[in-house]
């Protein structure tokens, strides 16, 4: 367990409804919270990098408050505050880091106090950040191993996979230790849907390359509607010329015979793929290449 120094060095203060507390009050969750007992939580993960003249620059955070509140929705948690409560919740938890690097913000909304299953309403919202260095700050692109994970990922039939919630992470829990035999978390499992196409991984969106095409599955494959997985779509695309960006449905087999893959999400910004099971991937496909240093650029990126 992680001492209260060990604490006050890694994390920032915990906001609670709007008001920090100390770590040892932050301990004080109800045995009886309906977040503990059934995993009742909606999040989100959000990154701030921190530029030369010491602001933290969030990104993409107006998209990341607009999914937490249609996660709540969805899960049936009825919000008593607004957007520009949220908004000054991850304004004062930006203000009270002091760790002069790029920052990790984990913002969730779910009960403290006891409650059941199916509550509802007044929920609480917490906040904290901890120090993230970006891996695009040292220019390289690094590389990851993954497996097809026999688990099959959740369908929207059973628990939409748009709903950013703790029970969802339990499916992305269950690929991981199926790919990895045990636990470890060093293989990326990828999932395949209740219809035998490509998902996504247990925390990022997948993308192929296959000569002129760069694809990436269709959002009614039990994919969570991930922010960064659109900028690459809408923002990233356009300057990749000769490429063209498709969403559409692919199978494992696609995926085997693509030239080159990657994964995209907040936490692992952009990674690539070498190894899928038996086969190997290029690690110098100029796509992925000209993909990646466009990327790199959301170091410097300003929110509208
Ligand atoms: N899929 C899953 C299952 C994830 O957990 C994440 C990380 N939030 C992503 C995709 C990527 O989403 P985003 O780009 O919004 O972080």
Sequence with gaps: MINDSEFNKKFSLPLV???FVNNKTFKQVSVLSPSFQYGLTVFEGIR???DSKGIYKPFLLNKHIKRII?????????????ISEIEEDIKKIIKISNFSNDIYIKYMIGFLDSGSWFSFSNPDR????????STLRSGKLEFLSASFTSIQRISSDVLSPKIKCGANYIN???????????FSNSIIPIFIDNNGFISETSGACLFI????????????????ESITRSYVLEKIAPYIEGYSFKEKFIDRWDVLSSDAVFIVGTNVEIKG???IDH????????ALIDIFHQFRKIIDYKDD
């Excluded at 249609?70 to 607004?82: E, H, V, W």
């Excluded at 917490?126 to 260095?133: A, D, N, T, V």
């Excluded at 390359?209 to 599955?217: F, H, Q």
């Design 17 to 19: 409804n709007g008001e």
């Design 48 to 50: 701030a990098y921190y």
């Design 70 to 82: 249609n996660s709540s929705k969805l899960i049936g948690i009825k919000l008593d505050f607004s």
């Design 126 to 133: 917490i906040g904290f950040c901890y120090e993230l260095p």
């Design 172 to 182: 992305s829990r269950m690929g991981v230790l199926d790919v990895n035999k045990g």
């Design 209 to 224: 390359i296959k000569g002129m095409d760069v694809i990436t599955p269709s959002l009614t494959s039990s994919v969570l």
């Design 273 to 275: 793929i070498n190894k």
């Design 279 to 286: 086969v190997e991937f290029n690690k110098n496909n100029k």
